[in-house]
């Protein structure tokens, strides 16, 4: 199967990795790969993203990655052990190993009434009615459509979840999507649609995590609307290996009036590139805060686009950085107002702390506006520990290998202080300390 025009650029081993896996795919899937191959066809017209695409100037996908490894047949084998964090939440849990849905591993009792989750694989077989949801928000926007990684996901996707909460209804519990590795190197392809009906509310959390030392590409694509007046936190917490490459795209449209407080937390990956594109209705508030730590020779890479297409909406985007040795972190961020869009308030802020004289950061926050009554404003830093500071704490008594933990903790708590649960923020708070106190400190 010929996917890519030789005679127009040379392929890297990764785009012929890719294309081997998906004549693979097409095989198995026998004649009904729907819109799949288009999806692919999409890929394959640009290939993996270079730094002349302004989106990923910052993160380029065709030198970063050398290869791509094949994804695994469903299997039962065990996954491998990773943290546990959110055990005791209480949460309704789906699991996932190697991008299969794990029924013996999840537990989704307890959500209440008026909630439903579907796996993916199980509802292509007998072609239920709740995959309508699926391609809503992408195919509404072509920004969102043709971007490559988005384009490899709903190409390739093995599984996921259907996730519909009725009018009305209130989630009883949380519900946490994990997604683990059986410890083999194999790509994951995952998506996800969450619809949250008229004055409803649900709770996401999301989880990845996998090995040290083992190749992975873990792709995930996220379809979540919420209908008006609807209400939804969402928290996305990744720690993959050390030879991880992780990617993420979120994709939000947000009703009249409805609320949506999202969360990342980037803790692993030796390449991660978390995407979010949302679309904001009349009225409709989103707080998007992110935390990333990075390491080693890591590469993580948070890309926003909040579009104000209705009057009066509110957005908050700040994302904070903590940057170690010879690692990069890059933000993106671009507000988009509509001339529809009167009324709008929006503000992003992206700021890193360098941990070495080594470490690496990148902002890039922008302002589109095309409506003439608006309250807009963007901001990024860039610096290293203030050695004031930490001359002050040490005039206290403070040890001098306390010092600088301090101060990150401090830097970090705008974004871990907003989330609202307190057991979930005191899991994820507890996580950053480990990484923090891992590092030792100046001494």
Not at 78 to 98: E, I, N, Q, S, T
């Amino acid at each position: 199967m010929q996917v890519l025009p030789t005679a127009v650029r040379r392929r890297t081993r990764a785009e012929t990795d890719l294309e081997d896996a998906f004549t693979v795919l097409s095989a198995d899937y026998a004649g009904e790969l729907g819109d799949r191959a288009g999806a692919f066809a999409r890929f394959a017209a640009t290939g993996l993203p270079h730094r002349r695409i302004e989106a990923y100037h910052f993160t380029d996908l065709h030198t970063l990655l050398t290869h791509a490894p094949a994804p695994l047949p469903r299997a039962t084998a065990k996954p491998a052990a990773g943290a546990d964090l959110f055990a005791g939440l209480g949460a309704a849990r789906a699991v996932f190993v190697d991008g299969w849905f794990r029924s013996d591993l999840s537990d989704l009792d307890g959500l209440g009434e008026g909630v439903t989750v579907t796996p993916i694989a199980a509802a292509l077989e007998r072609n239920d009615q709740a995959l309508a949801a699926l391609g809503a928000r992408v195919a509404a926007d072509a920004a969102i459509e043709t971007d490559p990684l988005v384009a490899l996901a709903a190409a390739f996707y093995s599984d996921g979840l259907v996730v519909a909460v009725a009018d009305g209804a209130i989630a009883a519990k949380p519900l946490e999507i994990r997604h683990l590795s059986s410890g083999a190197a194999a790509s994951a392809f995952v998506r996800h649609a969450v619809v949250v009906g008229k004055g409803a509310s649900n709770e996401v959390i999301e989880s990845h995590e996998s090995p040290d030392g083992v190749e992975i590409h873990a792709h995930t694509l996220t379809e979540l609307t919420l209908g008006e007046g609807a209400k939804a936190t969402w928290l996305d917490r990744q720690r993959e290996g050390d030879m991880a490459a992780r990617f993420s795209t979120l994709a939000l449209d947000l009703g009249k009036g409805a609320k949506l407080d999202h969360t990342v937390v980037t803790l692993g990956a030796r390449l991660a590139r978390t995407q979010v594109f949302a679309r904001l209705g009349e009225g409709a508030d989103l707080a998007s805060r992110g935390a990333t730590l990075v390491k080693g020779r890591a590469h993580a890479d948070a890309t926003l686009v909040v579009t104000h297409a209705g009057p009066h909406s509110v957005s908050r985007e700040l994302y904070k950085s903590a940057v170690d040795d010879e690692a990069t972190s890059v933000f993106q961020g671009r507000i988009v107002v509509t001339k529809a869009a009167q009324g709008t308030d929006g503000r992003m802020g992206a700021h890193a702390v360098l941990l070495s004289d080594r470490a690496e950061a990148k902002a890039k926050p922008e302002l589109e506006i095309f409506a003439d009554d608006v309250a807009c404003a963007h901001g990024a830093t860039v610096a290293e520990i203030d050695e004031a500071l930490k001359f002050y704490l040490m005039s206290r008594g403070i040890p001098a290998a306390e010092t600088e933990k301090l101060l990150i903790r401090a830097f970090l708590g705008e974004v871990t202080d907003a989330i609202a649960a307190e057991p979930l923020r005191e899991a994820v708070e507890a996580e950053l300390d480990a990484w923090i106190d891992a590092r030792g400190g100046d001494l």
